[in-house]
């Protein structure tokens, strides 16, 4: 059964697209068509920005924050209420294995608007200080304004409610731009915003594609982008919102390294490493794409990550058991072709994968691949594949390790592995990235979560992101 919509959620009811195009969705695992949506187009976008615009200043940006936090806790029920059909419609459009789109896209995702409810309640929007020169200021925290959320297909929802929950906490308002990539669970989403009761106006759901988004990001009535994706795309923005001078935070690529100190244990890194390197098929802005192994253990690291690549179910990612689902699109898969292309040229030594799975001719499906001897200089070592090919490169010593995992463009994420919690925790703190793991890796809602270098600037998560939409205002009471 396919789902086809026909409307748009803006200014608190549904309405008619300005345009008939339409953003289709398919079954990564199958190839079979999914449903539709309506394609948002610039005259939906300008009908979503004033509809944000009224919100604010009906009253949304000075409410009582309790009343924003009421606010997300009906639409944390009203989207928890729909788990099982928007996690499903995720694991079919990405390919991101069942249980994974469960736990993070659905329970994760409720968990973080809960979260920012939660702050939201403990808000003091105005803080009266004693001045030392005499006189009392109102220092004020208020909402930044209208925000543009960009987001990516890949964790579609988590990374729309990533910033819903802070900037609606801070009394800002969203126009919401999915990925066309991912338009039937962002539909579901708009479903719980209506059901949650929102003030009309503060969430405004506009699908469509890269021209909408630069649309919205160059938009005169939008005063900060919130966007997720990938580095290129990111340029674009930050160079508009340079010259607007206009707020923006970017979530941008990565190639994560995993170092794995030599005194690790095998099992452990291996269990590990199938969240931390293949989460998501590798579709994951923070996968540990690049393994780092030391040469004392070199050998038995390959042969051991050789057997566990073979040894991982690849299938359907509805189905039970499933640990690499198919990848997002046939020209995602072409494309991971062609770097496992590039890692052959390049002289690294294929030790497990490289090809198509046996048995699995319909569907975008690649092995899971590992390449040993990479030189962290080669493509397949510099950048970001989202598809799962894993580059395993030999080091000296922890110095040389260091000297490797931060010889990246990005700086997003990474993971020490080591019998000795302390040796692993010295490490992490001289990786250059926004966030490391010790013995795995797991975003935190109440800890920043962003990178550093080509990965981006800004902090989604804990009480920073909730920060990023607020501006800072003083009231200096003289006379
Ligand atoms: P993408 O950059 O192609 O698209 C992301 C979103 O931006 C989409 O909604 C797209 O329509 C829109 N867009 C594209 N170009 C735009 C432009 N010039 N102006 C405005 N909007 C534009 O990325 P993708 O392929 O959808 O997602 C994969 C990328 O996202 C990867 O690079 C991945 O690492 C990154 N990502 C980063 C994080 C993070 O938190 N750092 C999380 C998930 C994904």
Known sequence: MSLDHE???????????SSSQRLKAVNAATEEYLGSVPEAVERDADVAVAAARGALDAGWATSDPQER?????????????????????????????YPMSKQFEGR???SVLRYYAQLAGTLEPEERRPSPMGFDTLVRREAVGVVAAIVPWNYPTVLAVSKIGPALAAGCTI???????AVLDSHIFAEAV?????????IN????????GAYLVSHPGVDKVAFTGSTAAGRQIAEVCGRLLRPVSLELGGKSAAIILDDADLDTVLKGLTGVSLANNSQTCVACTRILAPSSRYDEIVEAMATWASELKVGDPLERGTQIGPVFSEAQR????????????EGARLVAGGGRPAGLDRGWFVEPTVFADVDNTSVIAREEIFGPVLAVTRYDDDQDALRIANESEYGLGGTVWSADRQRATDVARRVVAGTVGVNGYAIDINAPFGGVKASGMGREFGPEALAGYQQLKSIFLIG
């Open 175 to 181: 126009v919401l731009k999915p990925s066309p990539g």
């Open 194 to 202: 209506e059901e949650a009761q929102l003030p009309p106006g503060v």
């Open 205 to 212: 759901y506009t699908p469509g594609g890269r021209d909408l």
């Open 69 to 97: 936090a009421a606010a997300l806790n009906r639409l944390a029920d009203s989207l928890e209420k729909r788990l099982d059909a928007f996690t499903r419609v995720v694991s079919q459009q990405v390919g991101m294995p």
């Open 334 to 345: 072409d494309r991971i072709e062609g770097y496992i292309a590039k890692g052959r040229q």
């Open 108 to 110: 994760f995702s409720v």
């Open 7 to 17: 409307l748009l959620y803006i200014g608190g009811k549904w309405v008619k697209p």
